[in-house]
């Protein structure tokens, strides 16, 4: 027996000390948005696994007791919400004919009814607080005045005709991931939660963006725009609107400016929403309001980020998840004093709040070794309640994630971290990849990723830093690089953090590289047209040249919003700070990798920039992702896989 245990020891040590492999992410499962009912017996969330066979990811909504035991399949669907008595579920999900419609499933018994019959999908929909009625949106399509009759035609007879043209009048016509638009509106309708036929009470002028709920006296609180500037950025024409269900008489109920998530409160008198006052931004940290009897005002002041989630926890506490300084954490703001103090003290992980009840806050705990898990703070303390993918990374040595904090030339404080190999040997040199965030304004965090622990594991130390532009430090941080990005400071930012990790005496500089996706695509690309240090680079999904950018992209407003003045009153400054006119500097070999379908960041993009560096004579690779929007890796698993293997054998090839 002693000669067994022995033997079991040794092969437990090999098992749990091998480094990630590639292969394991087909096992990883993702749990989002946990939601306990009122009475705080049962939990529902969302969990998504890879279809291997079928190459795609797969969501389910599961269900558990409180305490995080009985998980279980409840149903399949999206949007799920408890109803207020807390014994029936109502979700989206496909019918037969592939139109999302309400479904509500019992508790006690299992069974599933189907509540609406809509010709388009239903988006959005809210329980009224007797769980009589639901508050739903779907999409109104204006009606197409511009037809041109073909000749000819005889009734009766079939003709393998095309298709007659898309029209398209507005600025804003299509969307990545999903194409060409239909151009509408989303209105609100009122159906019994027994079903039968649903009421519109909403009219044309006024689209419906989210956060759809009832007050207690048969209103309809919610975030719409009734602006509809198709020459404006669409997110920065909403605001907070109520609407009575019986006479349709419809307020605005924020101030000017930019305004969002209303959130009313437990006694029904109070109504909180975030918001900025002005248009006049690329980024800054909204702040809390409240409205009260037909008066708004402020209750916070210089956040770090935007708060999200707002949830009432008494009448006089009000919860919020936030980012700061490269973690998300939660914070209640006291109404009384309007003082804000921390969930959980010192909290510096990773918690995304998505209910509450009885001052107990649930959500998902992710740190910089595990991915994101079901966790409940209570008492200032987290505790987790599932370890879906504990069985699969548990076999794995991962590398250990750790915090810097230096200063760019110009005296700017940047943080960052970077993951060192497993079984790391400091009298060794490691290979490096910077890996550069998106957006731009975004905030990496020491949160577990498995391409940059899969680097780390192949023997790569991984930095990520959250250089100026980005969220999380507050606005003046995210917004200085408004009209210059990119730039110079962002620049700085990146290799200074690479400057500062070198001068550790663990990088091995002959083989040094960088990568980054939209956002941090462009960034790659703007890297190395000034600094030559990098073997080699992979800029993914870029955007390379701002004049064909903005009449390709879906989001042309915003692209505009960029610049101080369109690029045919002075093209000097879109010239400038596209990463194409650095092409004759460039002599790093660069991949460049962009999906097929991506209209973000259009392929043009990339194939613009791909031609140039040919015919400048730099080593360069163009690799088109067939079944991607924007991003290379995030529809299909298999296309996650291939970013994963085109990159690391493109580092190899130039590694010395």
């Not at 996706?517 to 462009?522: A, F, M, P």
Request: some cysteine; glycine content about 8%; hydrophobic content about 35%.
């Amino acid at each position: 027996m002693y000669k067994l245990f022995l033997l079991f020891l040794v092969f437990t040590s090999q098992v749990f000390s091998k480094g990630l492999a590639p292969e394991n992410y087909w096992d990883i499962q993702s749990i989002s948005n946990p939601k306990i009912n009122n009475s705080g017996d049962y939990i529902i969330f969302s969990k998504r696994y890879i279809d291997k066979k079928n190459d795609s990811f797969e969501s389910e909504i599961w269900i558990m007791d409180v305490n995080g035991e009985g998980k279980r399949f409840f149903s399949k669907g999206t949007n799920y919400e408890w109803s207020y008595d807390g014994t029936r579920v109502a979700f989206l999900k496909k019918d037969q004919n592939d139109v999302n419609q309400i479904f509500v499933k019992q508790l006690e018994g299992g069974s599933e009814t189907k509540i609406t019959n809509f010709d388009y999908d239903i988006k959005d929909f809210a329980w009224s607080r007797n769980d009589d009625f639901f508050a739903f949106s779907s999409f109104n399509e204006y009606e197409d005045d511009w037809v041109v009759e073909v000749p000819g035609e005889k009734k009766g007879e079939d003709y393998n005709w095309t298709d007659d043209p898309k029209v398209v009048t507005t600025l804003h016509w299509r969307y990545d991931g999903q194409g060409e638009l239909e151009s509408g509106e989303n209105h609100l309708y009122i159906v019994s939660t027994s079903g039968g036929s649903a009421a519109k009470v909403s009219d044309w002028g006024l689209d419906f963006t989210g956060d759809l709920q009832w007050d207690l006296d048969d209103n309809l609180i919610f975030t719409g725009n009734n602006t509809l500037n198709d020459l404006e950025t669409p997110w920065k024409q909403s605001a907070v609107f109520k609407l009575n269900t019986k006479s349709g008489d419809l307020k605005k109920i924020s101030p000017e400016g930019v305004f969002s998530t209303p959130k009313l409160s437990l006694d029904g008198k109070s109504i909180a929403f975030i918001g900025y006052p002005s248009k006049d931004f690329s980024s800054v940290a909204y702040d809390v309001y409240l409205y009260v009897d037909g008066f708004v005002e402020r209750y916070t002041e210089n956040l770090s980020d935007s708060p999200e989630n707002l949830f009432w926890l008494s009448k006089n506490e009000l919860a919020f998840q936030i980012d700061e300084r490269g973690s998300s954490k939660v914070k209640i703001l006291n109404i009384l004093n309007k003082s804000l103090r921390e969930a959980i003290r010192g909290f510096n992980e990773q918690f995304y709040l998505s209910s509450a009840v009885d001052s107990e806050l649930f959500g998902t705990y992710a740190s910089a070794s595990r991915p994101a898990e079901i966790a409940t703070i209570s008492g200032g303390k987290i505790s987790k309640l599932s370890n879906f993918n504990e069985v699969v990374l548990g076999q794995f040595n991962l590398g250990e994630t750790f915090e810097i904090n230096y200063s760019a030339p110009d005296g700017t404080d940047v943080q960052g971290w970077y993951i060192l190999p497993p079984e790391f040997d400091e009298s060794k040199k490691y290979p490096l990849i910077l890996i550069i965030h998106g957006g731009p304004h975004a905030m990496y965090r020491p949160q577990f990723n498995y391409l940059w622990h899969q680097f780390a594991s192949d023997g790569y130390i991984v930095l990520f830093t959250n250089p100026r532009g980005s969220t999380g430090y507050g606005s003046d941080f995210a917004n200085v690089i408004d009209n210059d990005y990119p730039g110079p400071g962002d620049l700085s930012d990146l290799l200074a953090g690479v400057d500062y990790v070198t001068n550790l005496g663990i990088v091995d500089e002959r083989n040094m590289f960088v990568q980054g996706c939209s956002g941090g695509g462009v960034l790659t690309a703007w890297v190395v047209g000034h600094d030559d240090r990098f073997a080699a680079a992979a800029s993914l999904c870029p955007v390379t040249n701002w004049i064909s950018m903005v009449g390709t992209t879906d989001i042309p407003a915003w692209t505009f919003d960029w610049f101080d003045v369109p690029f045919w009153e002075d093209p000097k400054d879109w010239l400038d700070r596209s990463p194409i006119m650095r092409t004759g500097y460039i002599k790093t070999p660069t991949l460049f990798m962009t999906g097929v379908l991506d209209i973000r960041t259009p392929m043009p993009q990339t194939e613009e920039m791909y031609v140039a560096l040919k015919e400048a004579g730099v080593d360069t690779v163009l690799v088109r992702m067939n079944g991607e929007w924007h991003g290379t890796g995030r529809r299909k698993p298999t296309n996650w896989f291939r970013t994963y293997g085109y990159l690391s054998e493109w580092y190899e090839r130039y590694t010395e």
